[in-house]
């Protein structure tokens, strides 16, 4: 049997209602090479893994308790049999019939190691949602490529270039399976795809965004989910990077403002239909966000990053 060119790699826990959007926009994809499906599933109570296998995926079970972000995708990949791995989350879905074409083409380039493609809100998101994740960096129009070759190395950068410079997301990305194999995602509770750009980078190789592979990726947080999501982050960038998203009280309370200003004009400029819906919700969650920023950057409230699901991708 010939070896597919790309392996998919796709950790689950009860994602029925997910993948059935996800697996029948893979399959149709139009990839020369074709693909194979690699899943591991945290003991799901639904029919997650009926569904996989009906898609003919390889499906291998492990106890929910022993998730972990980077350690589960490398049990996943460790027998694949792709040359390219394509890492996804299960409530990612590609928008269009060439996503998989379009992402591996990054590797023409012999020194990338590793690309990421554009993450969108699905059309039938909430505006806020849909704001939140239109000014993310991962929804940018235009391509990305980043190496060191003209910087002395990463930890010459600020902590905030730094942390820019690092963004990998596997909510939806491609790694070669020969580099994978040499540098796997270290097994850490939170940020193992930011961890494994670290090094790949500093190893000589390169990093590319793809804005014309696009997938459809969004969550719509609660005031309590948005807290947490915000605080996680923020606790990483501290640990990791010793950036402090939100360092001052003063600093909290301008960007709260600064992100109910920005709903509100989104909300005019988009002409939303839920416009009251949101405006009434803005502040909440807001309020929330910037709360969570805040504590994560101060080490305040919360255990550890992230808890064991792989929910909060």
């Known amino acids: 049997m010939t070896d597919p060119l790309v392996s998919i790699v796709?950790?689950?826990w009860n994602g029925a209602e997910d993948l059935r959007r996800l697996l029948p926009r893979l399959a149709s994809q139009d990839l020369p090479g074709g693909f194979e499906i690699r899943a591991v599933d945290s003991s799901s109570t639904d029919e997650t893994r009926d569904l996989l296998r009906a898609a003919g995926a390889h499906v291998e079970t492990i106890p929910k308790s022993e998730f972990r972000h980077g350690r589960t995708r490398n049990l996943a990949a460790a027998s694949a049999r792709g040359r390219l791995l394509v890492f996804l989350s299960q409530d990612a879905e590609p928008a269009d019939d060439d996503f998989l074409r379009l992402l591996t083409g990054a590797f023409d380039d012999e020194r990338v190691a590793g690309a990421t493609s554009r993450v969108l809100p699905r059309p039938e998101d909430d505006s806020l949602t849909r704001r939140t994740v239109l000014e993310l960096p991962e929804a940018a129009e235009e391509p990305v490529l980043r190496d060191l070759d003209a910087v002395a190395g990463l930890w010459e950068l600020s902590p905030e270039q730094r942390a820019a410079y690092l963004r990998f997301n596997n909510v939806s990305s491609a790694i070669r399976a020969d580099v994978f194999e040499r540098i796997p995602?270290?097994?850490?509770?939170?940020?193992e795809d930011f961890a494994w750009a670290a090094r790949v980078l500093t190893a000589g190789w390169r990093l590319r965004y793809?804005?014309?592979?696009?997938?459809?990726?969004?969550?719509?947080?609660?005031?309590?989910?948005?807290?947490?999501r915000y605080r996680v982050d923020a606790a990483f960038h501290?640990?990791?990077?010793?950036?402090?998203?939100r360092p001052t009280l003063r600093s909290a309370v301008r960007g709260y403002l600064y992100e109910v200003r920005q709903d509100l004009r989104f909300l005019r400029?988009?002409?939303a239909r839920d416009w009251l819906g949101s405006s009434l919700r803005s502040p909440v969650l807001r309020a929330a966000?910037?709360?969570?920023?805040?504590?994560g950057s101060h080490g305040l409230v919360g255990g550890p990053p992230l808890?064991?699901?792989?929910?909060?991708?």
């Open 10 to 12: 796709l950790p689950t």
């Open 185 to 191: 995602f270290p097994d850490v509770a939170f940020g």
């Open 210 to 228: 793809v804005p014309a592979a696009r997938v459809y990726h969004a969550h719509r947080y609660g005031p309590r989910k948005a807290f947490e």
């Open 238 to 245: 501290r640990q990791v990077h010793g950036y402090r998203l």
């Open 269 to 271: 400029r988009t002409r």
């Open 289 to 295: 966000q910037l709360a969570g920023q805040y504590c």
């Open 307 to 313: 808890e064991a699901t792989g929910r909060m991708r």
